[in-house]
């Protein structure tokens, strides 16, 4: 049974419909279905193929997180379930997005968002707000939790 019903796929196919880049979303699951337990792993991976399904632009990869250990370590994913948002590309172009759990409600839209900016989306910045990021002399790490209430 699908996650999505086709009213909101029909909206991710038309905010994704502009994308002029592949993404490649890359996730990290384990025990799907099996006796190793991973809250929410096989309803994200459920819903990343349904996103992905939706535009040619868009493809999934997923991977074991204690078979791919190395590449987990790699990309700093160190819980799952856990989406890996790239630029496509040789080499992809890893910009740190990364989503921890299902990306559900709230979620969802940051989610589709974060497709369209890889994608060929303008940001959306001031010119002020480029300028200053572009003074950056270390790289920032920034998280956001968020939390059902």
């Known amino acids: 049974m699908p ?15 502009d994308l ?3 993404v490649r979303i890359v996730m990290f ?3 799907e279905g099996g ?15 349904e996103v992905a399904g939706t535009s040619p632009q868009v493809t999934l990869e ?25 630029a496509d590309g040789t080499p992809p172009r890893d910009v740190g997005i990364r989503l921890y759990g299902i990306p559900a409600g709230y979620e ?13 989306g303008e940001p959306g910045l001031r010119e002020d707000t480029v300028r200053a990021l572009g003074q950056l002399k270390s ?6 939790f968020v939390t059902p209430t």
């Open 20 to 22: 002029t880049r592949p």
């Open 62 to 86: 997923v991977r074991d997180f204690e078979a791919d250990a190395e590449l987990a370590k790699t990309y700093g994913v160190d819980k799952i379930p856990a989406l890996v948002l790239l």
């Open 108 to 120: 969802f839209s940051a989610f589709i968002e974060d497709l369209r900016l890889l994608g060929g």
């Open 29 to 31: 699951t384990q025990g």
């Open 139 to 144: 790289p920032v790490h920034l998280q956001v």
């Open 35 to 49: 006796a190793l337990e991973c809250d929410y792993c096989q309803q994200t991976r459920e819903l990343a193929e």
């Open 3 to 17: 996650i999505l019903d086709e009213k909101v796929r029909e909206q991710v196919r038309k905010a994704l419909a």
